[in-house]
């Protein structure tokens, strides 16, 4: 045999070689995938009479609007329908000629609500989600984190990309987001995500998200140590950080799509984590973006990472006495607090105080515990039935319980 042809088989038998840990991964979503569907085949209708609504959503959605993506309107509408979701939080990027909070999607839209926001930088560097937005936003970058968040005498203001935050002892921000799919998303190899694609993208686009998701411990830390700190009440969300811009195409002259991929399409990133809100409109329909805003800011939400299988359903209240609440809300410790929680779906259960843990039980569809102590008492749920490391990452992230 020619020296070349023996160097081009033995080039051929390195790249097929290199493809074996591919092909393995490829495998394991699939085990992945198929111990999902046997977990959402065990889930039992809710015995849960508390009459509260659950709402799904997504936060941290951004379109064409203020650059960074191509996505339209049209795309954020079809994704957040094919989801089955209630609601959408925008978070457009400010730009200077045009108010892109008051141009971008608000109101009730194909049977989704839609709440307008900004995600501004401000002089610091630190960015704050802002909902609803307004024509100042494309002013913040001039202006310290404290002057941003005192101009706003109402709405919703969150600290986006805790990692990066810097002005912690500022006032007027109601909540962290602890959780971003971007954020998370860099700490991917980018080459072995390319291959994982190759093998994998057609079959489990979705579940290539587990690949690189990961508890995000540091930004939890923060969170629990900020609400000892302040002394109050501080919501936790996860942001979808939703640009559908990752990918590759050829386009025509006038930008339609010929050929190409997209990794992040609005209607996969939706899939990965929501926020679910429980809550009752007054008038017993949604006619505003009000119902959203309080009950978010309230706390009456959780953080379901439903890539894993649907939270909806999931529980966390306290009674004391007559006195019942649920996560978000304060209850006054008179003798004891009884705190319960109920899952769709049987997992483990860590209940934490003080960002501590003091309850872990596996292979449970619920929890009770005597609360004697003050403090502020929050849930993270696993699924350690789903193979790998995925089974040793949260599912719900609930927000708090202040026992006073």
Not at 76 to 97: C, T
Not at 261 to 267: A, E, I, N, S
Not at 294 to 301: N, P, Y
Request: include cysteine; glycine fraction near 8%; hydrophobic fraction near 40%.
């Amino acid at each position: 045999m020619k020296p070349w042809k023996k160097l081009l088989l033995l080039l051929l038998l390195l790249i097929l070689l290199s493809q074996i840990p591919f092909a393995y991964r490829r495998y394991k979503l699939g085990r992945l995938h198929a111990a999902i569907v046997s977990l959402e085949s065990q889930r039992q209708p809710s015995a849960i009479d508390d009459r509260l609504i659950e709402y799904r959503g997504v936060a941290h959605v951004h379109s064409f609007l203020g650059g960074h993506s191509a996505g339209t309107f049209q795309e954020i509408i079809a994704a957040a329908q094919s989801n089955q979701l209630d609601f959408v939080l925008m978070s457009e990027h400010p730009a200077r000629e045009f108010n892109t909070a008051e141009m971008t999607l608000k109101g009730s839209h194909g049977g989704v609500f839609f709440i307008n926001g900004n995600e501004v930088k401000t002089a610091a560097g630190d960015r704050l989600l802002l909902f609803p937005g307004d024509s100042l936003a494309s002013l913040d970058s001039q202006l310290s984190t404290q002057e941003v968040l005192s101009r706003r005498p109402s709405g919703l203001a969150l600290v986006a990309y805790p990692e990066e935050f810097k002005n912690w002892d500022t006032t007027g921000y109601q909540g962290i987001e602890v959780y971003n799919v971007y954020s998370n998303a860099r700490r991917i190899n980018p080459l072995l995500m390319f291959f994982d694609s190759i093998w994998s993208y057609r079959s489990y686009p979705d579940l290539l998200f587990a690949t690189f998701y990961e508890r995000p411990s540091e930004s939890l830390k923060r969170w629990d140590e900020m609400i000892a700190k302040k002394k109050e009440k501080l919501v936790a969300i996860a942001g979808n950080d939703s640009h559908a811009n990752v990918g590759i195409s050829v386009n025509d002259s006038s930008g339609k799509t010929l050929v190409g991929v997209k990794l992040d399409p609005y209607q996969r990133s939706f899939r990965l984590v929501r926020l679910h809100v429980l809550g009752i409109p007054l008038d017993g329909q949604i006619s505003d973006d009000g119902f959203f805003l309080r009950s978010i800011s309230a706390g009456h939400c959780f953080i379901g990472y439903d890539v894993l299988g649907d939270t909806s359903g999931f529980r966390f209240a306290a009674k004391d006495g007559n006195e019942t609440v649920i996560m978000g809300d304060e209850i006054t410790l008179d003798d004891q607090v009884r705190l319960t929680v109920r899952l769709p779906i049987p997992g483990r259960i860590m209940l934490l105080k003080d960002g501590a843990a003091i309850k872990d039980d596996s292979g449970v569809g619920g929890l009770e515990f005597v609360a004697k102590e003050k403090g502020s008492y929050r849930v993270e749920v696993y699924l350690p039935q789903l193979p790998g490391p995925v089974g040793q990452q949260p599912w719900i992230i609930s927000n708090p319980i202040y026992v006073k």
